[in-house]
Each structure stands twice: as C-alpha cells, then as structure tokens.
T-cell receptor
C-alpha cells in the first residue's frame, strides 16, 4: 500500500526553466510534508518542508505547494540549475509516526 | 560529529555470512530509521525507533533482519545468512521528535554487496 506516490520516475528540464515535481498521498492523517534531494553515492538531504496548516512554503529557488483537498503537493524549482540534477523524494508523516517516502523522481537539468 | 555517521561505508560479504551495520545518530535525536535502496529503486523502509516506544519493525523483509538501538543512541542492523538480493545501500536517519516529527537527517549509507 503506497501511501505516498510519485508517479513520474523521471523529468528533464532545460536550464533556467521551472522544474515541477509532483507527489500524491492517500493518508488524510498526514500533516507534515517534506522534500529530499539525493545525489548518487550520498544520503538524501532535506530540502524543504510544509505543515498542513499552510498551502505554500518558499525558500530561495524552491517552493512547495500543498493542496490538501486533492492530497497533492508539488515542488517548484525556478530557475533550474545543472546542480539541481538529482533524485527527489517526497515524504509525509503525522504526529511522531515514521516518515513515509515516495519512490522518487529523477530530475535532469539540460544545460 | 555533527551528522549521522554510518559504518562501514562499504561491505562485501559472502553469501550466507552475517553482517552488522552501525549507525551513530545525531546526539539528542530521539527517532532513528533504517532504510535501504536497491539499485534503481526508491527508499524502502525497514525499521523505526522512537524514544522508548516499541520499534516499528513492519518494513523488515524477513526474519533474517533485526535491529537494535542501545541506550537510545547507537543502532546496529544485523542481517543473518545474507543473500544476493540483500545487496543494497543501507541508509540510517535520525530526527528530533518532541510532540511532532521534524525532518530526518540521513547518513551517507553503507553499500552492502553480497557475492
């Protein structure tokens, strides 16, 4: 039972354009959502998070949007840079329950 | 150290042998996770320790896998009678949980190869 889903395994975006990564969830109890970035041979690193009381959180080039009614969140990266090429995982949890991760989306930024 | 530390970074073992993987979480973090990532796959949850609560072992793939966390700090993941399908990168993460979870910080992982 995949409670957090990333339906696009890969995405290619031209440098300078906007990258939009999507994530859907099924558990309505989730109230905290996170995005992680992973380079090869490294552990995932935390990127940005959002609480369910908000619908948007911005940090520099990264913005996460949350649509609770649709159980959908997205990560926008603008402008995209070559160093953004990585695998991106979304994750969710509630209370002190464990984080549940999606399967990841491989983002490739084309110079 | 300031981050999550895992050892060894690489481990090659023969099929049928037992292995132990170690994780030193960030000091003061009450929650500790083990995940694994097989080649080309996503993050597979294995086990979750949170404070003094009973661990969530729902992700352990078989009874050959076990983990313990001593004194609420260091954790060891043990795989008995290793099989080739156990080959993966094993990732440990820790987080500070008070009333609600926060972001988890990952170690660099242990790459396990079973030959």
């Amino acid at each position: 039972d995949q409670q957090v889903k990333q339906n696009s395994p890969s995405l290619s975006v031209q440098e300078g354009r906007i990258s939009i990564l999507n994530c859907d969830y099924t558990n309505s109890m989730f109230d905290y959502f996170l995005w992680y970035k992973k380079y090869p041979a490294e552990g995932p690193t935390f990127l940005i998070s959002i609480s369910s009381i908000k619908d948007k959180n911005e940090d520099g080039r990264f913005t996460v949007f949350l649509n609770k009614s649709a159980k959908h969140l997205s990560l926008h990266i603008v402008p995209s840079q070559p160093g953004d090429s990585a695998v991106y995982f979304c994750a969710a949890n509630f209370g002190n329950e464990k984080l549940t991760f999606g399967t990841g989306t491989r983002l490739t930024i084309i110079p | 150290g300031a981050g999550v530390s895992q050892s060894p970074s690489n481990k090659v073992t023969e099929k049928g042998k037992d292995v132990e993987l170690r994780c030193d979480p960030i000091s003061g973090h009450t929650a500790l996770y083990w995940y694994r990532q097989s080649l080309g796959q996503g993050l597979e949850f294995l086990i979750y320790f949170q404070g003094n609560s009973a661990p969530d072992k729902s992700g352990l793939p078989s009874d050959r896998f076990s983990a313990e966390r001593t004194g609420g700090s260091v954790s060891t993941l043990t795989i008995q009678r290793t099989q080739q399908e156990d080959s993966a990168v094993y990732l440990c993460a820790s987080s500070l949980v008070v009333h609600q979870n926060t972001e988890a910080f990952f170690g660099q992982g242990t790459r396990l190869t079973v030959v």
